[in-house]
């Protein structure tokens, strides 16, 4: 079975710039959370979203920004970026977002921001 | 607030040689813990635990909870080479899709 799947894998931005990153969740998982991994702040949540609803947001600036569409797939979205943006960017797919089954995580999107 | 505080950050050991890793937490309205591997980027997945006392075991790694002390532990046995990696502690709390995570410990296994 299919795991959970990123892209692109590597992005490199001009500040001021915005970007798109997308996750293909597990199939037959409604869940998809997005985190943020820098060496200095660790994991941190962004947002969770189930069936096309945004269901939790962390404490990240309105520029992140997330959607998911019909089919699971979802979408984050960076405007105006920042140097502080450079980060990992990982989803997590679950079955439903509760933890009962636990979250698959993808290789995640490494963005640079120049 | 939530808060999820792993010791020790890093540590180096002889291949052979037992860890054990220590993961505390403070957090409202506990549902499960887990614990990740992470090489180069995907965490991947080695146990969840929702029960105090009861262990986990796989290969040469264990885990357990302690609910009353809110802590858990992850022991690695015999290590090896390929054990080197960080070790993530993650909290559910009661909240849709969020992991609560600890700043990971580096484990490097010498050979």
């Known amino acids: 079975k299919a795991g959970v799947t990123q892209t692109p894998r590597y992005l490199i931005k001009t500040r001021g710039q915005q970007v798109t990153l997308s996750c293909s969740p597990i199939?037959?998982?409604?869940?998809v959370s997005w985190y943020q991994q820098t060496p200095g702040q660790g994991l941190q949540f962004l947002f969770e979203y189930f069936s096309e609803t945004q269901r939790n947001k962390g404490n990240f600036p309105g520029r992140f920004s997330g959607r998911q569409f019909s089919n699971s797939r979802s979408e984050m979205n960076v405007s105006t970026l920042e140097l502080g943006d450079s980060a990992l960017y990982l989803c997590a797919s679950s079955l439903g977002g509760t933890g009962a089954y636990g979250y698959t995580f993808g290789s995640g999107t490494r963005l640079t921001v120049v | 607030e939530d808060k999820v505080v792993q010791s020790p950050l890093s540590l180096v050991v002889h291949e052979g040689d037992t860890v054990t890793l220590n993961c505390s937490y403070e957090v409202t309205n506990f549902r499960s813990l887990l614990w990740y591997k992470q090489e180069k980027k995907a965490p991947t997945f080695l146990f969840m635990l929702t029960s105090s006392g009861i262990e986990k075991k796989s290969g040469r790694l264990s885990s357990i909870l302690d609910k009353k002390e809110l802590f858990s532990i992850l022991n690695i046995t015999a290590t090896q080479t390929g054990d080197s990696a960080v070790y993530l502690c993650?909290?559910?709390?009661?909240?849709?899709?969020?992991?609560?995570f600890g700043a990971g410990t580096q484990v490097v296994v010498t050979p």
């Open positions: 199939s037959g998982h409604r869940s």
């Open positions: 993650a909290v559910v709390p009661d909240s849709w899709g969020k992991l609560q």
